[in-house]
């Protein structure tokens, strides 16, 4: 069966489409009301976030747009420090995409929320006619988190001496999404990744974090141009020390891409003191996820800001902000 424009009508159609597929994954005690919104306990500080999603295609290797709409807006939240508590789900969906896609592509969204312990409480549907400039269906989520006691993260709070972690291989997201659009066989697989327990592991043992960023669009290089801008030091990385697959590696040298700039869905930047360094490290390798993380530089203060990739051989390679456009769209 497809999706119809019946679908979107408001009517016995749009009830069920939400019935058999949305609520039947969803199925929570605040979604099953089913009113206009969803009412939650709550917290003192909130994190608040939101964000939309568009790949083609919707199921790429490792991954598919469900799954990479909830890592993306937990992932965010979790970059402020929050704990990830509640997300919302509003798609537009194509007229005449398959319903069985629909439904594999909800419930990975569904298992998704489960392993990054969110809830899905509300959401929205609607259908438009069959365009064929968006590859089928885009998925809104926001998410809200609670924020505990004591912690406030921003870029502007790096300082002389703290080190720079990334939480794991850099490129993959970018790589198999460009794969899969290209028709190029290899192993690469998405990262698209819930970062639930490393930043859980890092603010229970109280480890001296001042920033943390997932590296999705524009890559590493635009996330430590914006750091350096926002806390007017200098980041020194070590091309040598940066986490690169063997495939991506070569991936990128078939097609003279830089991995520095490719986008990720599943790894984060984190800045932290350097006297915690080391645990934060050991804390994140042995997380989900983060067994590939490695210490790739550090922040110095002086009297200009900006980004240096020591070279392999020996240089020094000034790096900036992504300029045009990162093809491909990645989310």
């Given at each position: 069966m497809k999706v119809t424009m019946a679908h979107g009508s408001g009517g016995a159609s749009t009830s069920e489409l939400i019935?058999?597929?949305?609520?039947?994954?969803?199925?929570?005690?605040?979604?099953?009301?089913?009113?206009?919104?969803?009412?939650?306990?709550?917290?003192?500080?909130?994190?608040?976030?939101?964000?939309?999603?568009?790949?083609?295609?919707?199921?790429?290797?490792?991954?598919?747009?469900?799954?990479?709409?909830?890592?993306?807006?937990?992932?965010d939240l979790l970059m402020s420090g929050a704990q990830p508590k509640y997300i919302t789900c509003g798609c537009i969906l194509e007229e005449g995409m398959d319903l069985d896609d629909l439904d594999k592509i909800i419930e990975s969204m569904a298992n998704t929320a489960k392993e990054a312990g969110v809830t899905v409480v509300t959401g929205d549907t609607k259908v438009v006619e069959k365009r064929g400039d968006f590859g089928g269906i885009m998925i809104n989520t926001s998410g809200v988190g609670f924020m505990p006691d004591g912690i406030a993260l921003s870029p502007a709070g790096c300082k002389d001496g703290d080190v720079l972690i990334v939480s794991g291989n850099l490129g993959d997201h970018h790589a198999a999404i460009l794969s899969g659009r290209m028709n190029i066989t290899n192993n690469i697989l998405s990262d698209n990744a819930p970062l639930t327990e490393m930043v859980k592991g890092l603010i229970d043992n109280h480890i001296d974090v001042h920033a943390m960023r997932d590296v999705t669009r524009?890559?590493?290089g635009t996330v430590l141009h914006e750091f350096s801008g926002a806390s007017d030091c200098e980041i020194h990385i070590y091309q040598d020390k940066l986490p690169v697959s063997c495939e991506v590696r070569d991936f990128c040298k078939m097609l003279g891409l830089d991995p520095v700039y490719m986008g990720n869905e599943g790894k984060m930047i984190c800045v932290v003191s350097g006297k915690d360094a080391q645990e934060a490290l050991s804390i994140i390798k042995a997380s989900k996820y983060g067994e590939n993380a490695a210490i790739i530089g550090e922040i110095k203060k002086a009297d200009n800001n900006g980004v240096l990739l020591h070279t392999?051989?020996?240089g020094e390679r000034l790096i900036g902000p992504l300029y045009g456009e990162g093809l491909p769209r990645i989310c």
């Open positions: 019935e058999n597929i949305f609520a039947k994954h969803f199925k929570n005690e605040y979604l099953d009301r089913m009113e206009d919104s969803a009412v939650v306990p709550g917290h003192n500080r909130l994190a608040v976030t939101t964000d939309s999603f568009v790949v083609t295609p919707y199921f790429f290797p490792g991954g598919d747009i469900g799954r990479l709409s909830v890592c993306g807006t937990v992932n524009g890559g590493l392999a051989i020996g």
